[in-house]
């Protein structure tokens, strides 16, 4: 059975950092991909950022390039969103998805595996 767990949300102020994690199971991180999504309150969702590491693709949004990094680590089945100079409009839940077929972008309709999501709320 697949399945995603996120963690490492919580309240920080502007300018602040935290650590997200995605721990996996049910599958392999071989060819698979890895996405971070988020959506805020009244908005649609919004991908963040992927990871291949079988075929080293890793993509970011506009809104977050240069400030997140995304990282996996195959020997523990958990995949990370770096967050650094953390804004307002960061506020979101941020939700971690699996597309098995390893050929997804940061369109959230390629993604067949979800999970339950993170709060990241901002404070100016």
């Known amino acids: 059975e697949v399945q995603l767990v996120e963690s490492g949300g919580g309240l920080v102020q502007a300018g602040g950092s935290l650590r997200l994690s995605c721990a996996t199971s049910?599958?392999?991180?071989?060819?698979?991909?890895v996405g971070w999504f988020r959506q805020a309150p009244g908005k649609e969702r919004e991908g963040v950022s992927c990871?291949?590491?079988?075929?080293?693709?890793?993509q970011y949004s506009d809104s977050v390039k240069g400030r997140f990094t995304i990282t996996s680590d195959s020997a523990k089945n958990t995949v990370f969103l770096e967050m650094n100079g953390l804004k307002p409009e960061d506020t979101a839940v941020y939700y971690c998805?699996?597309?098995?077929?390893?050929?997804?972008?940061?369109?959230?309709?390629?993604?067949?595996?979800w999970g339950q999501g993170t709060q990241v709320t901002v404070s100016s």
């Open positions: 049910g599958f392999t991180f071989d060819d698979v991909t």
């Open positions: 998805a699996a597309d098995l077929t390893g050929v997804a972008d940061l369109e959230g309709w390629e993604y067949d595996y």
């Open positions: 990871i291949n590491d079988s075929e080293g693709d890793i």
